[in-house]
């Protein structure tokens, strides 16, 4: 197998796929190394699946430059990559005079960073707009939406490796080497040598930049617990609390997911083990009660399940609240492109960070475009999504959409072939469940998971111990009792 490439990409994240999918644009050869056993297993598949407009980021700053970029860029990048997106508008909600004046200020600078819309609403205009929600006042940005975060990752990979990326799963970089030709990246027992080195490693990244040298970055791991709620209605949009100065998040809020269900969350508490995703009682407690002041009619019983997010943020606990991203070709370590400290909103942002990596690329080698380049990307066709005439016709044309394996979702045997057959050959449960969104549902995995299983072993020839949640280390079965 031929391990020299152009250009090597550590991380397949969001941003790590990203960068894949804008340099697979240009006739160079790439390859992109993901520790885990799928993209998007870090921070990409744990947030709160906004398209941020941008008018939280300073003004000047590459955060809000390329958040307000990747907000006018989204629906379209959605559409060629054929993932779920719906733009809803978003409300920032005062409670008090002094988060009035906060909000006043996010709309000036919204303005000044080139967000379009924002609104200040009264107390009535925000009874009218959605009389279920507290607040005394509220600021509107109707260019805010949500998508599927995970579907969005799977997507830019999908299309990257499409255009001649390759991707290596459960290729965990170990050791890197500066070369008279660039680098060479150890993986375990694989060895990689590249021309270029883009670091987008999200939590590891200033790991990943010691290891080739260049030791100047820190990176405090900062978590974000959420409830989720049963499918809903009761919310149309994001709602936000006006943001409290220096807590290194947005507030916890309420968001409507593009599955139909509702997120609370996040909250934000710097902790030590990058890899504690956790959910705490005392977290949990807090995130209840500031949900209910923003929406005071919630039940506990409409709870199905919680999650966390790890922020990789640069600015220490002491100090809190946001620092820029650093994407930038490092002087003392040619060929090396670190991106560093890619906090929210980096999803949003994610592709016109790409664009910027490439361009920092295409000055120091020949980044010619390739005639032959395809944008789109065609995902797994939606039982539930269709009408009842086109659900008979997917029945009439394969049998597989005729039976139901996640009742809760309604996902069918068709829907879940088409997410183990996927092209990146992710075979663990979680990358089945968040392609084909089963085992998401209130009953969470209950009653499909052992269908799921069944149709692995039976259909794929896996046997039931080389089944895995998230890759090695997460079996789902631990031995056979008996035969
Ligand atoms: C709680 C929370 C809420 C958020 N909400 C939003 C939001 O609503 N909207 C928004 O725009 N942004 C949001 N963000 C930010 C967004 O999620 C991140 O900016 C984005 O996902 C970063 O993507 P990434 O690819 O840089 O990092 P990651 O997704 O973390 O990917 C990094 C990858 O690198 C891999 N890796 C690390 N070390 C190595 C190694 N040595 N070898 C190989 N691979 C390695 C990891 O396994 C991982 O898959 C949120 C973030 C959090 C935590």
Known sequence: MNNHFDILIIGGGAVGCAVARELSRYDVSIALLEQEADVAAGASGRNSAVVHAGFNNKPGSLMAKLCVEGNRGFEAACRELDVPYRKTGKLLVAFDQAD????????????ENGCQGLRLLTQEELRAKLPQVGGIGALESPETAVFDPFQYTVALAENALQNGV???LNTKVTAIQRTSEGFRVTAGERVFTARRLVNCAGLHSAEVSAL??????????????????DKTDVLPMPIYPAPKAGIGGLGVHLTPTIHGNLIIGPSAEYIEDPADTASTQAVMDQLWTEAQQLLPGLQGRQIIGSYAGIRPKQAPPGEGGFRDFVIREEVSCPGLVNLIGIESPGLTASLPIGRMVAGILSLSMDMTKKKNFDPTRKGITRFRDQSPEGQAQLIAQNPDYGEVVCRCQTVTKAEIRQAIENPLEARTISAIKYRAWATTGRCSGGYCLPKIAEILTNEYGMSP???????????????????
């Open 212 to 229: 080739a040298g260049l030791d100047r970055y820190a990176i405090y791991p900062c978590r974000g617990e959420y409830f989720i709620l």
């Open 465 to 483: 111990e080389e089944i895995t949640h998230r890759g090695d280390g997460s079996h789902l079965f631990a031995g056979r009792v008996k035969g």
């Open 166 to 168: 390759q991707f290596f």
């Open 100 to 111: 009035l004046d906060t909000l006043a200020r996010l709309k000036a600078q919204g303005e």
